[in-house]
């Protein structure tokens, strides 16, 4: 597969379908689906009191803030996550995400698309 | 090691020490340095007039644009890559980038930082 160029703007999100969340949506980006890849970029989009609720999974998360505000809570930890912020989300440990700003909190998120082998 | 939060905007970039790059910076945020990661996410910025020229490697790119705009050229094609913008650059595939605008293109690029068991 070539390389490829993908306009956010141009595309549509979808709700995120977890119990809780509230004016979430999201979009996978590159994935294994559209590139020879073992991690995966998706965007999240969190409208102003939106929120994606406590979950847990065995993958940890890249994330870069593009624009807005919002508050990560990771085990137990709180870190408000603003455009131009990196952060890393452990593998394995609760974590939700809620907007605390009054414009879209934006931000994409990377994952492993599987276990490393010595981790099976 | 728990979760953390990277602001770029507090942290300093360091020139692109490559042959014939030019206004070009670049940091690390999320590396196996900081991380139990194995994939890595740098931010890169090159200045109006920059570039950083031709070159090939192993590993593949997942890009995304936060600013600015730029030329990729990959194996021959040529992308614009502007805000907000998603970019796949294949691994062993000669590329460089160009900013081709007036104000400083920012991206960050994530790469693998192992060659999957299956490909040794």
């Not at 993908?6 to 994935?31: F, H, N, P, T």
């Not at 939106?50 to 990560?72: A, D, M, N, Q, S």
């Not at 440990?93 to 276990?115: A, D, Q, R």
């Amino acid at each position: 597969m070539g390389a490829f160029i993908i306009d956010v703007s141009k595309i549509k999100l979808q709700k995120v379908e977890m119990e809780g969340a509230e004016k979430a949506y999201m979009a996978w980006l590159i994935s294994d689906d559209n590139a020879p890849v073992s991690f995966a970029m998706r965007i999240f989009k969190v409208e102003p009191g939106g929120r994606i609720p406590l979950h847990t999974h065995w993958y940890y998360h890249e994330i870069f803030c593009i624009g807005g505000e919002g508050k990560v809570t990771v085990g137990g930890e709180e870190f408000i996550l603003k455009k131009n912020m990196a952060a890393f989300v452990p593998p394995n440990v609760p974590h939700s995400y809620e907007n605390t700003g009054n414009e879209n909190w934006v931000f994409i998120c990377m994952i492993p698309l599987k276990k490393e082998v010595e981790k099976l």
